[in-house]
C-alpha cells in the first residue's frame, strides 16, 4: 500500500531519508505576520519611508532597503553547460546483492531504498530557452547513499564529441550563441558549431546521435542515460571490473518530430518539463532502470576500440546491458531554485566500490565540476545546502568560508590532534572509507593522443547501419537544416566529406540538399549493426500517452464514452477540445467538460486525435481548425480515430478516402472492437509507413 513519509509518497514501508532530512530545511509560509529579514514585523510592504505623502525617499527606510537589496541579488551565475534544466526526487532499489562486483553499499540489498535527486536538461541554451530544440539532454542523478552522495552525471546519448577534456571549452564556445552577436539561441544550427565539427573527426560519431531523433525527446520520462565514461566497479577483496552505466526507461525511448519540436517550442517552451511536472504531480511515477555493461580487467584490448575511449560506445550485442535495479521518480521539488538550481552534480561524487578509469575525458571532468560550482554557488561551503548535503555526518576540519552553515563546535579544526583526543580519527578497518583501486601506472609525461583512439568512423558508420528508414530520414534531414543554416559553404563540403567516410548513400544525400559534391571516394567502414540502437526497437506502451477529442454540440456520446473508458483502462489520457471552454452537449443531451479550446491547444500536443460520431460532424467539417488539427496529425504520422459520422472528415485528410497506416476509420459497428484498434494504434506510436509526402 502507498504511504506518504515527509512529502514522498512511497510503495513500501521503508523511509526516505533524504525526504526527512529536507524537512528539516523546508519553510511553510501559509499564515503569519510578515516580517523582515531580521524577524521584525511589517505592517506596510506597498510604500516606502517619504518625507511627506509625495516627498523623497528616505534613507532610513530599512524595510525598503531590506527588501529591494534582497531582489537585487537574487540571480546566480546560471551553469555554463546545462543551464535550462527540471528536477524530480524519487528513490532507486538494487534487483540484487551485486557484492560479488562492488562493495557499494547500496547495491548490496534489495530491501534497501536510496533516495535519489535527478536534473534533466539541455545542454546549449539559456536558462530560459525552449525545452524541445535539438540538443543533447542531461541525466544527472545524485544517490543519497549511507556510504555519501553518488553522482552519475550522464547524458541521453552513450557517446561524447571529444576525446580529452582539454577541448571541452572549444567545443562549448563553438555550440554556444556566437560571442559578438549572442545568436542563435540554444542551437547547434550555426557557422562556429559545425567549423569546429568538421576539423575535429573525433565528433562524428556523437555528431551522428545528435542529428538522430534522440536529440528531441518526446519526454524525459522516456530517453535513455548513459554514464558515458569508463568506471570501475571494485568489490571487497580488492578486484575490480570495468564499467558502463545505462538508464533504461520503463516506457521506451520516443522522439518528437523535427516539424513538431519547433512548433512546440514556440507553443509551450516548457513541454518536457511540464509533463515531467504534470505526471509527477497526478500521482504517477516516472521510472528508469539501471544496467551495467561489465568487462574484466583482461578483455580490456580485446575489442577494435578503446574502451577508455568516450567516443565509443560498447555495442550491447558483444556487451549485454545486465539490469540491476530500478530508480523511481514520485515527487516534485518544492522550490526550483533550492532544489533544481542550487543542485551540485560531480562525476568525482563516488563511494566505496565505484572507482574511476584512465578515460581522459572523465579525468577532467574530475576536476572542472566542483570548480565550477565554487563560483556558480559562491564559495566553498555549497556542500551544506540542503538539497547538496549527504546523509552520512559531514565529519572533518574543514571550517569557515563564505557562507557556512555548520557551527562546528570545539577547540581543534586540524589533525592530528591531542587537545581533541585525536578526533575525528581517520576511519578504520571496519570504518566505511573510499580506498582508490591500486592501479599501477607507468609511463613517459606526454602531451599526445592514443594511437587506438584514432578510428573516428566505424562507430557512427555501425550506428548508421543500425538506423530504420525513418531514424536514417531523420538524420539526413537534420543534416540538411544544420548545415543549411551555415553561411560558409566550404563547411558543407567538408562535412560531405567526412559523412562519406561514414556512408556514401548519407554523403551523398546530405550532399544533394545542400548543393555540395558527394565525395568520390566514400566508403562505409563496416557491415556492423546494433538493433540496440534503433528506436524502433524500443518498448511501447499506451500509459500516459494523450489524445485529443474534438467535439462539438451533437456529438455521439456512447461513442465517447466507449473509447474514452478503453483509453483510461489503459493508463492513456485525454483532454475534450472543442470551439469554447465548458460543456458541451451530445446528441442525446449528455454533456461533457470542454477543457482545452483550438486557441489553447493544438495537435502537437497529442499522440493521436479521436472524433465521435453524430450531428456535430457537419460543424467540424466546415472548420479550418479541425482541419489544420487533423492535418498536423496526419503529417506527424500520429494516430487518427473517426468513428460513426466521423468517418466522412476523411475527406479533410490528403490521402482522401483512402486508407492508410494509423487511421482508424469506421462509420458504424461494434464500439468495442473499435475502441481496441484504437487503442493498438496508438499504442504503436507514429505509423512512418504513412504516405504523407
Ligand atoms: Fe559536463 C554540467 C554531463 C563532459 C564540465 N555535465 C553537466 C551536467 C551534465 C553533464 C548532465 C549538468 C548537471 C546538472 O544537472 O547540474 N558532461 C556531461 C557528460 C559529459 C560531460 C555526460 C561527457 C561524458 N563536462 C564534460 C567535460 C567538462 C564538463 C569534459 C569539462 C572539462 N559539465 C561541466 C561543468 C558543468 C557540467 C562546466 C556545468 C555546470 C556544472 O558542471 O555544475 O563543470
Known amino acids: 500500500m502507498a504511504i506518504s513519509i515527509g512529502r514522498y509518497t512511497m510503495e513500501n514501508q521503508q523511509t526516505n531519508q533524504k525526504s526527512l532530512d529536507l524537512d528539516a530545511a523546508r519553510v511553510s509560509h501559509d499564515k503569519g505576520y510578515l516580517t523582515t529579514n531580521q524577524g521584525v514585523g511589517v505592517s506596510n510592504t506597498d510604500d516606502s519611508l517619504k518625507a511627506g505623502k509625495r516627498g523623497p525617499t528616505l534613507m532610513e527606510d530599512f524595510i525598503f532597503r531590506e527588501k529591494v537589496t534582497h531582489f537585487d541579488h537574487e540571480r546566480i551565475p546560471e551553469r555554463v553547460v546545462h543551464a535550462r534544466g527540471s528536477g524530480a526526487h524519487g528513490y532507486f532499489q538494487v534487483y540484487e546483492n551485486l557484492s560479488h562486483l562492488t562493495k557499494a553499499h547500496f547495491l548490496s540489498d534489495p530491501n534497501l531504498i536510496t533516495p535519489v535527486f535527478v536534473r534533466f536538461s539541455t545542454v546549449a541554451g539559456f536558462r530560459g530557452s525552449a525545452d524541445t530544440v535539438r540538443d543533447v539532454r542531461g541525466f544527472a542523478v545524485k544517490f543519497y547513499t549511507q556510504e555519501g552522495n553518488y553522482d552519475i552525471v550522464g547524458n541521453n546519448m552513450p557517446v561524447f564529441f571529444i576525446q580529452d577534456a582539454i577541448k571541452f571549452p572549444d567545443l562549448i564556445h563553438s555550440l554556444k550563441p556566437e560571442p559578438n552577436n549572442e545568436m542563435p539561441q540554444a542551437a547547434s544550427a550555426h557557422d562556429t558549431f559545425w567549423d569546429f565539427v568538421v576539423n575535429t573527426p573525433e565528433t562524428m560519431h556523437n555528431v551522428m546521435w545528435l542529428m538522430s531523433p534522440r536529440a528531441v525527446p518526446k519526454s524525459f520520462r522516456m530517453m535513455e542515460g548513459f554514464g558515458i565514461n569508463t568506471f570501475r566497479l571494485v568489490n571487497a577483496k580488492g578486484e575490480f571490473k570495468f564499467v558502463k552505466f545505462h538508464w533504461k526507461p520503463v516506457l521506451g525511448v520516443h522522439s518528437l518530430i523535427w516539424d513538431e519540436a519547433q512548433k512546440?517550442?514556440?507553443?509551450?517552451?516548457?513541454?518536457?518539463?511540464?509533463?515531467?511536472?504534470?505526471?509527477?504531480?497526478?500521482?504517477?511515477?516516472?521510472?528508469?532502470?539501471?544496467?551495467?555493461?561489465?568487462l574484466k580487467p583482461e578483455d580490456e584490448f580485446r575489442f577494435d576500440f578503446d574502451i577508455l575511449d568516450p567516443t565509443k560506445l560498447w555495442p550491447e550485442e558483444l556487451i549485454p546491458v545486465q539490469k540491476i535495479g530500478k530508480m523511481t521518480l514520485n515527487q516534485n521539488p518544492d522550490n526550483f531554485f533550492a532544489e533544481t538550481e542550487q543542485v551540485a552534480f560531480c562525476p568525482a561524487n563516488v563511494v566505496p566500490g565505484i572507482d574511476f578509469s584512465n578515460d581522459p575525458l572523465l579525468q577532467g571532468r574530475l576536476f572542472s565540476y566542483l570548480d565550477t560550482q565554487l563560483s556558480r554557488l559562491g564559495g566553498p561551503n555549497f556542500h551544506q545546502l540542503p538539497i547538496n548535503r549527504p546523509l552520512?555526518?559531514?565529519?572533518?576540519?574543514?571550517?569557515?568560508?563564505?557562507?557556512?552553515?555548520?557551527?562546528?563546535?570545539?577547540?581543534?579544526?586540524?589533525?592530528?590532534?591531542?587537545?581533541?583526543?585525536?578526533?575525528?580519527?581517520?576511519?578504520?578497518?571496519?570504518?566505511?572509507?573510499?580506498?582508490?583501486?591500486?592501479?599501477?601506472?607507468?609511463?613517459?609525461?606526454?602531451?599526445?593522443?592514443?594511437?587506438?583512439?584514432?578510428?573516428?568512423?566505424?562507430?557512427?558508420?555501425?550506428?548508421?547501419?543500425?538506423?530504420?528508414?525513418?531514424?536514417?530520414?531523420?538524420?539526413?534531414?537534420?543534416?540538411?537544416?544544420?548545415?543549411?543554416?551555415?553561411?560558409?559553404?566550404?563547411?558543407?563540403?567538408?562535412?560531405?566529406?567526412?559523412?562519406?567516410?561514414?556512408?556514401?548513400?548519407?554523403?551523398?544525400?546530405?550532399?544533394?540538399?545542400?548543393?555540395?559534391?558527394?565525395?568520390?571516394?566514400?566508403?562505409?567502414?563496416?557491415?556492423?549493426?546494433?538493433?540496440?540502437?534503433?528506436?524502433?526497437?524500443?518498448?511501447?506502451?499506451?500509459?500516459?500517452?494523450?489524445?485529443?477529442?474534438?467535439?462539438?454540440?451533437?456529438?455521439d456520446k456512447a461513442q465517447f464514452d466507449a473509447l474514452t473508458a478503453t483509453l483510461i483502462a489503459a493508463g492513456a489520457c485525454f483532454d475534450v477540445v472543442s470551439c469554447k471552454l465548458g460543456p458541451v452537449t451530445a446528441g442525446d443531451n449528455g454533456r461533457v467538460e470542454g477543457n482545452q479550446t483550438y486557441a489553447t491547444t493544438a495537435s502537437v500536443f497529442y499522440d493521436a486525435v479521436y472524433i465521435p460520431g453524430g450531428s456535430h460532424t457537419e460543424a467540424l467539417k466546415g472548420s479550418a481548425d479541425v482541419k489544420g488539427f487533423l492535418l498536423d496529425t496526419f503529417n506527424h504520422y500520429k494516430t487518427i480515430g473517426l468513428s460513426g459520422e466521423a468517418s466522412a472528415l476523411l475527406g479533410l485528410l490528403p490521402s482522401g478516402q483512402k486508407p492508410e497506416p494509423g487511421i482508424v476509420c469506421e462509420s458504424a459497428g461494434n464500439m468495442e472492437i473499435y475502441a481496441n484498434n484504437f487503442l493498438a494504434a496508438l499504442t504503436t506510436g507514429r505509423h512512418f509507413e504513412r504516405n504523407v509526402h
Request: contains cysteine.
Open 264 to 294: 512546440v517550442a514556440g507553443k509551450d517552451p516548457d513541454f518536457n518539463r511540464r509533463d515531467l511536472w504534470e505526471t509527477i504531480a497526478q500521482g504517477q511515477t516516472v521510472e528508469f532502470e539501471l544496467g551495467i555493461q561489465v
Open 392 to 555: 552520512p555526518k559531514v565529519n572533518n576540519n574543514q571550517r569557515d568560508g563564505m557562507h557556512r552553515m555548520t557551527i562546528d563546535e570545539g577547540q581543534t579544526s586540524y589533525y592530528p590532534n591531542s587537545l581533541n583526543k585525536g578526533e575525528p580519527h581517520a576511519a578504520r578497518a571496519g570504518e566505511s572509507h573510499f580506498e582508490h583501486y591500486q592501479e599501477k601506472v607507468d609511463g613517459h609525461v606526454i602531451r599526445e593522443r592514443s594511437e587506438s583512439f584514432r578510428d573516428h568512423y566505424t562507430q557512427p558508420a555501425m550506428f548508421w547501419n543500425s538506423m530504420s528508414d525513418w531514424e536514417r530520414q531523420h538524420i539526413i534531414d537534420a543534416f540538411r537544416f544544420e548545415l543549411g543554416k551555415c553561411k560558409h559553404k566550404h563547411t558543407h563540403q567538408k562535412l560531405v566529406d567526412m559523412l562519406g567516410n561514414v556512408d556514401p548513400e548519407l554523403a551523398q544525400k546530405v550532399a544533394e540538399g545542400l548543393g555540395a559534391t558527394p565525395p568520390a571516394n566514400g566508403a562505409n567502414p563496416t557491415t556492423a549493426s546494433s538493433p540496440a540502437l534503433s528506436m524502433a526497437n524500443t518498448a511501447k506502451s499506451p500509459k500516459t500517452r494523450k489524445v485529443a477529442v474534438l467535439l462539438e454540440s451533437g456529438f
